[in-house]
């Protein structure tokens, strides 16, 4: 081990996000391969969770730790981490590039590209290089032959990131905080900033400290994760550039006013311009210190506190100052389940496994809402196959104590705005989400009538995440929310959160709007399998973030009063 290590000090460590993209690469390539496509997630997922790891892989290597401790690295990818560690290189990676087309080599530089529909695209544009490809990208005719969702992979796959999802980030602070208090032994310390306002999307990651030597401090942060590049620096302020692609700020706060520096630095721009407004500025505001709290910072003001995911710069500052903040939404407030799927579509597990997830959650009851009959890729249930679910249901709901399985289906909607299933078979439903999943490209007019064609079918119950948008992938569909939450509200339609974190579909803006019509929210996690369950807590943050009370929302009600809102 002392040779390992003195052969380690010799050379530059590498850092974890160095072996991450080895092990994407290596991915990338195996799904060009007839391999086990859960062999090529599963070196995807260890890629991801590498990034945000405190621990030096390169050190744990020459130490001869167990890699497969952490989440994510099985024995396979840990002897590609030692590989890729102690020669420099990964051998299968090397071999996969030398039998290689140079095309595939070339799109092998960015492996968030899926060289499939890549080599698809240089087939039918006649180009075989990424900078004919970036070209024919701006040109637009990438969009105009293969759609906007191919143009949005490509885009997406040529840009480096430096963005992630709230979930991701959740793993990463997690990291982050330990690093902190038991690495640079820092007082305190709290997560700030975007992440603590729970915003769907992160660029930034900012927590604030107390300790007592800072420039120690940045001294062992550009160690995390084996190296770590600090941008700037200054006697209480250090910005890191992270190998998981987003920035890490650190702010210094004193015990004294610790209240005050979480205040200003959680609310957005527009919160902090309003508070201050009735504070006056920040040099005043000191001087009517200490804050060692936040709620000594409100009661100064005579102000309620704020929640941190309310801190958007809405209406927040004046309702805290006559005490009519809402009431925010729980977890614990849910009380059911209404979108999730079961094997009999493209679930991992069955109605039964699935509806003993959510009792042992403490569920009243869970719907079941498979795909109909059109989204054939997902495994849509074809018509006589869920006139066999529903008697199903209802004899397992004889049998099963403590929960209450609901019938139900993620129902097209059509091009022509009709829904994917008879009436007939509809009015045997306890309730429906109606969801589109095809004909993305239509025109906002068109997007926008179809929906509101489907909602005038009686049995339409729930809009099911309603511009399809997949964040930091695609865009999602154009629609008039404005038209569609008037049309929603006439006809008694209510909409969804989902809850899945690439979704978190409606935003928050969208949720305010309808919320603010009087429609109802469900705050659904579209599972998949039974663990998915646990993707509420994103459907939360989103409805917090809006404002949104347990009045708002669908499934904070027992089954006995929501099924009576779902009669039309």
């Not at 100064?300 to 958007?312: D, N, Q, T, V, W």
């Not at 679930?347 to 959510?358: D, K, N, R």
Request: with cysteine.
């Amino acid at each position: 081990m002392k040779a390992k290590r003195q052969e380690q000090q010799a050379r530059t460590p590498l850092s974890n996000a160095e072996i991450a993209d080895q092990l994407a690469s290596l991915a990338q390539m195996l799904s060009t391969q007839k391999e086990n496509p859960f062999k090529v997630k599963a070196y995807r997922r260890a890629s991801a969770n590498i990034r945000t790891l405190s621990e030096s892989l390169d050190e744990l290597v020459c130490d001869e730790a167990d890699l497969t401790q952490y989440a994510g690295i099985g024995e396979a990818i840990a002897g590609a981490i030692r590989e890729i560690v102690l020669t420099g290189t990964l051998g299968k990676l090397a071999k996969l590039r030398t039998e290689a087309s140079p095309e595939l080599v070339d799109i092998n530089a960015y492996p968030r590209l899926d060289p499939k529909r890549i080599l698809r695209i240089y087939k039918k544009l006649n180009i075989s290089s990424i900078n004919s490809l970036r070209e024919t990208l701006e040109d637009g005719e990438i969009e105009k032959i293969f759609g906007a969702r191919m143009a949005q992979h490509v885009r997406q796959g040529l840009t480096e990131s430096h963005a992630m999802l709230l979930y991701r980030a959740d793993d990463l602070r997690s990291s982050l905080e330990k690093f902190l208090r038991e690495k640079c032994q820092v007082r305190t310390v709290e997560v700030v900033g975007d992440y603590r306002r729970r915003v769907e999307i992160i660029d930034e990651i900012s927590f604030l400290v107390d300790t007592e030597d800072f420039p120690a401090l940045v001294g062992k942060l550009e160690r995390f994760g084996g190296r770590t590049l600090l941008i700037s620096s200054s006697k209480g302020e250090a910005l890191f550039a992270l190998s998981s692609g987003i920035r890490l700020l650190i702010q210094a706060a004193s015990r004294r006013d610790w209240g005050l520096s979480l205040v200003t630095s959680t609310g957005s721009k527009a919160h902090m311009n309003k508070l201050l407004s009735v504070t006056g500025s920040l040099t005043s505001v000191k001087a009517k210190g200490p804050f060692p709290s936040e709620l000594s910072f409100y009661r100064k003001f005579g102000m309620s506190f704020i929640e941190p995911e309310l801190r958007e710069g809405h209406h927040e500052v004046e309702q805290a100052l006559h005490g009519a903040l809402p009431v925010l939404v729980s977890v614990n407030d849910i009380r059911g389940e209404l979108h999730a799927h079961s094997t009999s579509s493209d679930g991992a597990h069955s109605i039964e496994q699935m509806a003993t997830a959510a009792r042992e959650r403490g569920y009243e009851y869970t719907g079941i809402t498979d795909h109909s009959q059109s989204l054939k890729i997902a495994g849509g249930v074809p018509v006589d196959e869920l006139w066999k679910q529903v008697g199903f249901i209802d004899k397992l709901n004889e049998r099963l104590t403590g929960i209450r399985v609901l019938k139900s289906s993620e129902v097209d909607i059509l091009a022509d705005g009709s829904l994917d299933y008879p009436d007939d078979l509809l009015k045997e439903l306890d309730y429906t989400v109606c969801s589109i999943h095809s004909r993305f490209g239509l025109g906002k007019k068109e997007q926008t009538e179809r929906i509101m064609r489907a909602m005038d079918n009686r049995y339409f119950n729930i809009l099911g995440h309603a511009t399809g948008r997949l964040l930091l992938k695609r865009p999602g569909y154009e629609i008039d929310m404005e038209r569609i939450i008037a049309h929603a509200r006439q006809n008694g339609c209510f909409f969804e959160i989902n809850s899945s974190p690439d979704r978190l579909d409606l935003s928050a803006d969208n949720t305010r709007a309808a919320a603010a019509a009087g429609i109802k929210i469900a705050i659904s996690t579209d599972a998949h399998s039974m663990p998915e369950f646990g993707l509420t807590r994103y459907g939360i943050d989103q409805a917090r973030r809006a404002g949104l009370q347990t009045s708002d929302v669908l499934n904070c009600l027992p089954w006995r009063k929501l099924s009576i809102l779902f009669r039309r």
